[in-house]
């Protein structure tokens, strides 16, 4: 259970849609509804085990989507098996973070290519746009250039990024003008890329782990923002 729901945090806050199946019945009836664009499956479930979906899926022609299995127990044999039928990749618990978005973005990038095959042969891919460089002007309150705050006591002075306006009073205990400042800093960047907690852990230098504790802490919800910014 604690796997599926930080498996589902994480996605979720990447902009997938999630479905939860705690066992291979739920996950029959998931799919007889209809074929999502990709199934995280793992191996050891209480009542049919995920090799043996997975047969049964390529059985009765329903093995139409990607299918990453997980496990922290199995073999080599038994991923070799489980690819043999048709798994696409096959993933080890404990997962790391850059490992699982790596793999769920090659399976969803492959259900897309297989998706629009029978419609168009495949076209040379455009070259990909230079990335930024890592080097970013710190954020600038009140305009488009840089300005300085002229600080007095008792006002506080307002910062605005992205359009909107925060209030930060000077007045505050220090941890919880640390808090607010936090606060602002990362919605900052998650409204800059539309949510991605990827880029935005590349932007701050932060590794994904200690990030997602940090919002968490701040009461920081990036699937808001990034449906705030569509």
């Known amino acids: 259970m604690g796997i599926r729901e930080l498996l589902s945090e994480i996605l979720g806050d990447e902009g ?4 939860l199946a705690e066992n291979a019945q739920q996950a029959r009836e998931a799919r007889a509804a209809g074929a999502p664009d990709l199934v995280l499956l793992d191996i050891w479930m209480p ?3 995920g090799v043996t979906l997975l047969k049964e899926w390529q059985r009765d022609g329903l093995l139409t989507m990607p299918v990453i299995m997980m496990s ?9 098996e489980a690819t043999r ?5 096959f993933l080890e618990k404990p997962i790391a973070l850059q490992k699982l978005l790596k ?3 090659q399976g969803l990038t492959r259900a897309q290519e297989t998706a629009r095959a029978p419609a168009a042969a495949p076209r040379p891919a455009a070259p990909a746009p230079a990335e930024e ?12 250039a840089p300005q300085q705050m ?10 605005q990024a992205e359009g909107h306006g925060y209030n930060l009073s000077f007045d505050l205990p220090l941890r919880e003008a640390r808090d607010a400042f936090e606060r602002m800093y990362f919605e900052h960047h998650l409204g800059r890329e539309g949510g991605s907690m990827t880029r935005v852990a590349e932007k701050t ?13 701040l009461g920081v919800e990036p699937g808001k923002l990034a449906k705030k910014n569509l």
């Not at 230098?205 to 802490?217: A, S, V």
């Open 133 to 144: 460089s890592s080097s970013h002007p710190a954020p600038t309150f009140g305009g488009s």
């Open 85 to 89: 039928i048709g798994a696409l990749n």
């Open 47 to 49: 009542d049919t085990d």
């Open 150 to 159: 002229m600080v007095r006591p008792g006002i506080a002075p307002v910062a």
């Open 16 to 19: 997938h849609a999630i479905q």
């Open 72 to 80: 922290g127990h199995a073999t080599i044999d038994t991923a070799v």
């Open 103 to 105: 793999a769920v973005q």
């Open 205 to 217: 230098g932060l590794e994904r782990t200690h990030l997602y504790r940090k919002l968490k802490q």
